[in-house]
């Protein structure tokens, strides 16, 4: 199984990041497989599991959760073109290729990053901050993750 991570960018375009190996980590750590450097970010935040062809996400215990399609989980599967949202960045989830095209999240699920975004205090401008940060990590540039 091939999946990816693929973040939307506010100004419509997308930065994929391929999903490392069967147990991924993301977090605000140095040591995390994904590192999102934002303080809206837990330093273990939640953790992605490829089994038999099946990919799940847990929750490690952040305090802001993890959200599938504008749900907050604590553990669940996954499928291609689910919408995962992890502090204020929303990714969508590609696996083996699917989808192709690559679609912001349904309204609802907007809507509810949206207020959740407004609980946790951060702006318009911090969620168009914090894409550019991901994007510009050098590391993340060179590998596709940190």
């Not at 091939?2 to 605000?28: E, M």
């Not at 040591?31 to 999102?36: E, P, V």
């Not at 399609?69 to 590609?94: M, W, Y």
């Amino acid at each position: 199984m091939d999946a990816n991570l693929v973040l939307l960018k506010k100004n419509g375009s997308h930065k994929l990041f391929p999903l490392p190996s069967s147990v991924t980590v993301i977090g605000r750590r140095h040591n995390c497989d994904l590192r999102i450097p934002l303080m809206s970010v837990s330093r273990r935040h939640c953790q992605l599991n490829c089994d038999n062809g099946a990919l799940k996400i847990r929750n490690l215990s952040s305090g802001n959760g993890t959200y599938v399609n504008g749900k907050r989980v604590d553990e669940t599967a996954i499928q291609a073109g689910d919408s995962i949202k992890i502090g204020p960045l929303t990714f969508v989830i590609q696996i083996d290729g699917q989808p192709q095209t690559i679609a912001k999240p349904d309204s609802a699920a907007q809507n509810s990053s949206s207020q959740d975004a407004v609980k946790e205090n951060i702006t318009d401008k911090e969620l168009d901050n914090s894409a550019e940060l991901v994007d510009d990590l050098d590391s993340l540039e060179e590998t596709g993750l940190a």
